[in-house]
C-alpha cells in the first residue's frame, strides 16, 4: 500500500492531462464527447425557417444541433424530444462563436442573408465580446496540459534515476517514514523541479476553470437576458466544469503531497544523523571533574 503512495502524484498528473485533452478536443467530431460543451445556446427558431434549434459552444469549435419529436410508446403515443448534431466547425485556439453566421452557414449561406428581425444583433455582439475572455481560458488550458505531462516526465525519471543510484550499503539515508519499499525513495533535488511544473498546471487549470464558470453562470444569465424577447436562452456544460475542475484538485493534490513527502523525509533524516545531545547532569558533572583537575595541577 505504501508503494503506491509515491505514485499518487504520477496517477493524479496523469489524469489531469487526459481531461486537459479532453476539454481542449472536446465537440472536435460529432461524437467525440459532445456533454463537453462550455455552454449550449438554443434558439427556439430564430433565425428563419430550417435554422438550428441549437448550438454547443466549446472552447475551440461548435457544433449544429436539432431537435427531433420521436414516439417513445406507440400505445400510448408518448413522445421525447432528442438532441441530434449534424456537424461540428474546425478547430481553433482563437476560436470565436458567432450565431449569426453559424445559422448562415446552417441554411447553406443566402445570397441574401438572415431576415431582418430574425435574428437579435445583441447576442452576436456578446459572443463576439467574449472572444479575449474564451482564448484565454484556451491558452490556460493548454499550458495546464503541457505542465501536467511535464510533471508527469521529471516524477518518472527521477523515481527511475534514484532507484538506479540508491547505495547499497547499510548507511544509506532512510526511506521515507513507516516505509521499506524501492519506490519510496528520498526526494532528490530534481523532484522541486516537478512540484514547480505541477504548481504551474494547478495554476493554469485554476485560472481556466474560474474562467469556465464565470462563463457558464454570468455569461449564459447575460445571454438568457438579452434573448428573451426571442425565445432564446443558453446553458452552462456541467461536464467541461467538472473535467477541468477535477484536473485542479487532482494536480493540488499530487503538489501537496510531494511537499508532505519532503517535509517527513527531512523530519526523519535530522532525526536519525544528528548526534544525540547528553544529558545535563553528565555535562555538568563533566565540567567539574575538569575543574577539579585543573586546581590539582
Known sequence: MSSLRSLLPVTGSFIAFILGILCLFSGSQRQFLPQGNLL????????????????????MSYCVGYQ????????????????????????????????????????????????????????????QALKPTNTTMVLFLIFG?????VAIAIRIWTIA???????????????????????ELPPVSVGFYAILVAQISVFSFGV??????????????LISES????????????TFQGMVWTAVVLQFLGTLHDYIAI?????????????????QGECAEQKRLVVEEEEES
Open 263 to 279: 517535509v517527513t523525509y527531512r523530519r526523519a533524516l535530522r532525526a536519525e544523523y544528528d548526534p544525540p545531545a547528553p544529558p
Open 227 to 238: 434573448g428573451s424577447e426571442k425565445g432564446i436562452s443558453a446553458a452552462g456544460g456541467n
Open 145 to 149: 496540459t503541457i505542465a501536467a505531462i
Open 161 to 183: 534515476s534514484a532507484r538506479a543510484t540508491r547505495p547499497d550499503c547499510a548507511s544509506q539515508p532512510p526511506r521515507y517514514p513507516g516505509t521499506e519499499t524501492e519506490l
Open 40 to 59: 449550449t445556446l438554443y434558439t427556439s427558431g430564430a433565425g428563419g425557417d430550417g435554422a438550428p434549434d441549437f448550438f454547443m459552444v466549446y472552447p
Open 68 to 127: 427531433e419529436t420521436c414516439v417513445t410508446d406507440a400505445k400510448t403515443n408518448s413522445t421525447t424530444i432528442q438532441d441530434r448534431i449534424t456537424e461540428c466547425s474546425d478547430r481553433s485556439v482563437v476560436f470565436a462563436f458567432n450565431p449569426g453566421e453559424a445559422i448562415q452557414k446552417a441554411l447553406g449561406n443566402p445570397p441574401t442573408g438572415l431576415e431582418p428581425g430574425s435574428w437579435p444583433a445583441c447576442i452576436t455582439n456578446d459572443f
Open 208 to 221: 481556466a476553470a474560474t474562467i469556465a464558470s464565470v462563463i457558464a453562470k454570468e455569461f449564459v444569465d
